[in-house]
């Protein structure tokens, strides 16, 4: 009986988000007095599994083979049923990308054991694990508990911190073979345009967003566009001229609101908000953004909220730990420079 | 050619909702809407049902609260609505919800997609769409954000997955399961015609015997309900003479915290 952490890889080597996953394996291990098993599928798993052990792994399952060297469900799926088979973990813990929504999910079905979805705390209580999450968008906590010898867990991102690193420790390292061949599937990947280095909104530890009030730059659209278009126009200049600069010097990623989304400001993977993003960064910047219920639900769980806001009735006030009051045109670029003084 | 959808109705996104005196959650008498990830898949499944030239079908899980969203799919021109509601089954865990939703794709034998949304915005366990697929041995395509081409004579489909790293493209057999995201349509609004013929419809409620299966036990159960800590919420506003001395009283907040 161990617990299992599930380490998603990319291009052979581990999503640093990951080692959440390891963060939240410990907090049930040492509860229930057992140790942590990494599970590693794909290219340079060896390698991959040594750092688990850094991170706290006794030991690594590690499967590098041709089947599995890019991640697909159904091959990733019921080797890790089979695995889960044999070993009899405690726990399965992933983090809830969409690799790890589907993956446990899938192997729950198998093994037919419960499955806690986007847990953001984790207890043991008479050696039962006991998850918490969130529910109606944040305004209701629940916890939920399983009753199967194995439990499923997927955490959501940056609810468990990374465990401590341990550079001397070495995990013990076991290989095994596919449980099915890629040969096997029914559908094939044709095509991933990955963007390599983008900052991944879920993972980032800043995120400077802007809203509708994106429209109200003073800079002059083409004389050839007009009413929307040249919002539009402004918007995106606005985006790429007025924010990404701030974000540039934080390391921040961009976050809009659906407004701002759906007038075609800006695409929808930057949607934070019920129907876009739930993320909790260290530090968000909302500008021109009025802080609907709805996009609060996606913001509210940040630690600090700046909000810049030339309305000063508008409700991200109420949620933000320091606001201004002004037109985010002169206040981010102020700020921007600020902390370009500051941080050089 | 058949394409099923799933869809339940959630309290109005707008609602307060709260743990009452008894443990429960309640969001009082504010009415419910259906589950507005879902609105995205209604719409696919009435475009892919007249692509292919078949049928449309959309299916709740659960109490008469979902007949709301139900009513609301077939006015919107889904064709067909059916619950399940099985009591006795805890249809609140996903592996009684799949079993339940397996078997009624199973019942209705000539499906070749079944369509869901990215996940019920009220309790966000987005789960359900994978343990289906997993129960019937479908593909399983989740957050696509484009379906390229269906050829359901062919048996096929190619479709664009938005993933954390960027964009996919997967070509899989039917039967698949799929769940789409906000933005691969504009859901129409229901017209008074098909809101009229929805409020007339008749919805067939079928049981776990009129399925034929047998319900697997519940391998979760929610231990209580509660209210998140009050966020602490000091707000200062930042004034000064002018922005370049707000900017930098902000600065110096935030270094101050510690969260630069
Ligand atoms: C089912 C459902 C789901 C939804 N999901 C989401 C979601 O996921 N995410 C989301 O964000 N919304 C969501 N919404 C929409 C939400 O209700 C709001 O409509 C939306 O968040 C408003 O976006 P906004 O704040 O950018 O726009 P507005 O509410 O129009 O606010 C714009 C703000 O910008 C300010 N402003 C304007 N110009 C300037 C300037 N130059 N400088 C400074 N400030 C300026 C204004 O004072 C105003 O406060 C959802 C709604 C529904 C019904
Ligand atoms: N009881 C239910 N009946 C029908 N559809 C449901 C039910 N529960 C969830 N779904 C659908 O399953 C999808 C994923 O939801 P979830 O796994 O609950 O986040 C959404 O499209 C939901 O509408």
Redesign the pocket.
Same mark, same amino acid.
Do not use: E, F, W
């Given at each position: 009986m161990s617990v299992f952490a599930c380490i998603e890889t990319f291009a052979s080597a581990a999503e640093s988000s990951s080692w959440e996953a390891m963060g939240a394996a410990q907090s049930i291990a040492e509860a229930l007095g057992t140790d942590i098993t990494a599970i590693i599928f794909g290219e340079n798993s060896a390698a991959i599994a040594a750092d688990a052990g850094k991170f706290g792994a006794a030991s690594a399952i590690i499967c590098d083979a041709d089947a599995m060297s890019e991640y697909r469900l159904e091959t990733y799926a019921a080797l890790l049923s089979n695995l889960i088979d044999e070993y009899k973990p405690a726990a399965v813990v992933a983090v809830a990308t969409s690799q790890g929504r589907e993956l446990l999910a899938s192997a729950a079905v198998d093994c037919q054991s419960g499955l806690i979805a986007e847990v953001i705390d984790l207890r043991v209580e008479d050696g039962s694990i006991i998850g918490a999450r969130a529910a109606y968008a944040g305004k209701v906590l629940m916890e939920m508990s399983s009753h199967t010898p194995t439990t499923f867990v997927t955490v959501r991102g940056r609810a468990f911190p990374p465990p401590p690193i341990n550079a001397a420790a070495k995990p013990s390292i076991k290989q095994v073979s596919p449980a099915i061949l890629d040969s096997e599937l029914k559908s094939v990947i044709d095509d991933l345009s990955a963007e390599i280095g983008a900052i991944n909104l879920a993972d980032a530890a800043i995120i400077v967003s $802007? *809203?509708? *009030?994106? @429209? &109200? &730059?003073p800079a002059a659209a083409p004389a050839d566009l007009s009413g929307e278009e040249a919002n539009i126009w402004r918007a995106k200049d606005g985006f790429a001229n007025t924010l990404q600069p701030l974000a540039d010097v934080l390391g921040a990623a961009i976050g809009?609101?659906? #407004? @701002? /989304?759906d007038a075609g400001y800006i695409p929808y993977e930057h !949607? /934070? $908000? !019920?129907? *876009?993003k739930v993320v909790s960064p260290d530090l968000y910047i909302a500008? *021109? =953004?009025? $802080? #609907? =219920? !709805?996009?609060q639900? $996606?913001m509210r769980g940040s630690k600090v909220i700046v909000a =810049? &806001?030339? +309305?000063a009735e508008?409700p =991200?006030f109420k949620l933000a730990r320091y606001g201004i009051v002004? +037109?985010?045109?002169e /206040?981010v670029p102020a700020l921007t420079d600020a902390l370009k003084a500051r941080l050089s | 050619m058949h394409v099923v959808t799933f869809t339940r109705s959630t309290p109005d996104?707008?609602a307060r909702v709260w743990v009452n005196d008894e443990g429960e959650v309640t969001w009082g008498d504010v009415g419910t809407?259906v589950n507005?990830w879902d609105e995205y898949s209604l719409e696919e499944t009435i475009v892919q049902a007249k692509h292919g030239g078949g049928e449309s079908t959309v299916i709740a899980i659960g109490s008469d609260l979902h007949n709301d969203a139900l009513k609301h799919s077939l006015a919107m021109g889904i064709q067909n609505a059916l619950r399940v509601d099985e009591t006795g089954a805890d249809a609140n865990d996903s592996l009684v919800w799949s079993a339940l939703a397996a078997g009624a794709i199973r019942k209705l034998d000539d499906v070749d997609l079944v369509i869901f949304g990215k996940e019920s915005?009220d309790v966000a366990t987005d789960q359900h769409t994978y343990q289906l697929a997993r129960r019937l041995g479908w593909t399983m395509l989740n957050f696509v954000s484009q379906i390229i081409e269906t050829d359901y004579a062919a048996g096929t489909i190619q479709a664009q997955k938005m993933l954390e790293r960027g964009n996919q493209v997967v070509s899989a057999r039917l039967p698949a399961v799929i769940s789409v995201m906000k933005g691969i349509n504009e859901p129409r609004y229901p017209n008074f015609l098909g809101i009229r013929k929805a409020a007339k419809a008749q919805i067939p409620v079928w049981s776990a015997a009129d399925l034929g299966i047998s319900i697997p036990a519940a391998a979760t159960s929610a231990l209580r309900y509660f209210s998140p800590p009050e966020r602490e919420t000091a707000t200062e506003m930042i004034s000064g003479n002018n922005v370049k001395a707000q900017a930098a009283t902000l600065v110096d907040r935030l270094f101050a915290e510690k969260v630069l």
């Open positions: $802007g *809203g509708r *009030g994106m @429209a &109200n &730059n809009a609101s659906r #407004a @701002a /989304v !949607q /934070v $908000g !019920q129907t *876009g500008c *021109g =953004i009025s $802080g #609907a =219920i !709805q996009h639900a $996606g =810049i &806001n030339k +309305d508008a =991200i002004g +037109d985010l045109y /206040v | 996104t707008a809407v507005p915005v």
